[in-house]
């Protein structure tokens, strides 16, 4: 592409540059509600990460107080069990092998930012509702049913959980 740098040079540049923001993150908006809800009515929760365990980390630490309700359901980029990345479903498959009483994979829901998730999604056998991130995608430009999602939102504030026969929000 005539870049004035190498892959490896633009990886290291972008690593930087994570390291930098990182740790600033926010959370998307309604993401805490949506957590405390599942949590307050004992519904099993689980992260599957393309981000490395230390990324994720990075990531997460101003908001521990909401991360630590997955307890120990956190499947990341770089755990040795995973021997492929998104699209291919096994970070799914792992992240819900490794719940309590693992639920079918047909009763699973996925909250996804990438197209690339909700196919990995899709070909774990599992439902996912994709909220495109702004920064990568232009809400414009989705198709509904171009990745197969069951819903496709411009904010996890318009999640409604009674649609999937979850609880209600109390508010």
């Not at 740098?5 to 509600?33: C, H, I, Q, R």
């Not at 990568?136 to 999602?149: P, R, S």
Request: proline residues 8%; hydrophobic residues 40%; charged residues 25%.
């Amino acid at each position: 592409m005539g870049l004035p740098f190498t892959f490896d040079e633009y990886n290291d540049m972008a690593s930087e540059m994570k390291f930098k923001v990182f740790p600033f993150a926010d959370l998307t908006p309604g993401a805490a509600k949506l957590i405390k809800h599942l949590v307050k009515h004992n519904i099993p929760i689980a992260i599957a990460t393309s981000s490395t365990r230390h990324m994720f980390e990075i990531k997460t630490a101003r908001n521990q107080h909401i991360f630590e309700l997955f307890g120990e359901n956190v499947t990341c980029g770089d755990d040795p069990n995973l021997k492929q990345s998104k699209p291919d479903p096994s970070i799914f498959l792992l992240a819900r092998s490794r719940l309590p009483n693992p639920p079918p994979h047909e009763e699973c829901l996925v909250f996804e930012d990438s197209n690339n998730g909700v196919c990995a999604a899709k070909r774990a056998g599992m439902n996912a509702v994709w909220v495109p991130d702004s920064r990568f995608t232009v809400q414009q430009e989705i198709d509904e049913n171009e990745f197969n999602a069951v819903q496709v939102l411009s904010s996890l504030e318009e999640f409604d959980p009674a649609l999937y026969g979850l609880p209600s929000y109390d508010d």
